[in-house]
């Protein structure tokens, strides 16, 4: 069952818009669903609501993780949100397909706006939302507003400055650093995930717990290597191109030689490192 709620056009409220470094192509989406499929075992082991529960996910994307949210969690009371109509759709598609029984409200609007009453939601999960937004806490502060009083929340967010790879380069990490500059040009924090603590302690939520998950790809782990290293962390990096070149933060030959020695590190004897923060906290 499916049913869809929209926000008022002006749903983007002044200060709060902000701006997906990784843009909105086909191949993003196919990047997200990559992304998700690879980690789903290391994000969400721990996160499963009971049958019946008001359950929150703000900025569902494409819907990478929301199928993954309702396959841990049957018969939860899912309202999906998201400020993207076109991310919307193609969550609506990916979760018929995948788990056409499952209920499901979806809602076109801003996340620091949600036209819900308080304490709408027994949980709130977020997973690669908040490394977008300009004010982190104010967006948190938000969503604690429609969590009931004792309800959790549950944020996960990457760090860019997490990533180790063999063969050690200085190109890569350049090209990596330009992803980070980008997105902090369009208001986010691709470091974000160190700050999840702080950030949550002063949004209000109390009982805090951060818990890294750590990615960990080489030869004895190709379907990491395909998975996270290649289709997922380099096709990241690698889908900024444009912007970077347009920011003049660099030229062609030098963003495609950190892109080519970024790929050792997914070829035979590479190894790659990443860690993502998973944190849970308490509405008081």
Not at 37 to 59: F, I, K, M, N, W
Not at 121 to 143: I, M, N, Q, Y
């Amino acid at each position: 069952m499916t049913t869809e709620t929209t926000a008022p056009a002006d749903a983007a409220a002044p200060g709060h818009h902000h701006d997906y470094v990784h843009g909105y192509s086909e191949t993003e989406a196919q990047r997200l669903g990559d992304q998700a499929d690879t980690l789903a075992e290391l994000l969400h082991a721990g996160t499963a609501y009971p049958a019946g529960s008001r359950v929150l996910e703000a900025g569902c994307g494409v819907g990478a993780q929301t199928v993954h949210l309702l396959a841990a969690s049957p018969g939860v009371r899912l309202t999906a949100a998201d400020l993207s109509a076109q991310s919307l759709a193609q969550a609506r598609a990916r979760v018929a397909a995948q788990a056409p029984t499952a209920d499901v409200t979806w809602h076109h609007g801003d996340l620091h706006r949600l036209p819900f009453p308080d304490g709408s939601f027994d949980h709130v999960f977020l997973c690669f939302v908040l490394e977008h937004l300009p004010d982190p806490t104010a967006g948190l502060a938000a969503l604690r507003r429609v969590l009931r009083p004792g309800g959790t929340i549950t944020v996960i967010e990457g760090d860019h400055g997490s990533a180790f790879f063999h063969p050690e380069s200085p190109a890569a990490r350049r090209t990596i650093d330009h992803l980070v500059r980008l997105q902090a040009r369009a208001g986010g924090d691709g470091l974000l995930g160190r700050r999840l603590h702080p950030l949550l302690t002063s949004a209000g939520f109390a009982r805090v717990s951060v818990r890294p998950r750590t990615v960990f790809a080489d030869d004895a782990r190709p379907a990491l290597v395909e998975g996270f290293t290649r289709r997922t962390f380099v096709a990241m990096v690698e889908s900024v191109r444009a912007e970077a070149l347009a920011a003049g933060l660099t030229t062609p030959e030098a963003f495609d030689r950190g892109i080519a020695e970024l790929r050792r590190a997914a070829e035979p004897g590479g190894t790659f490192h990443y860690t993502f923060f998973k944190a849970v906290a308490v509405r008081p």
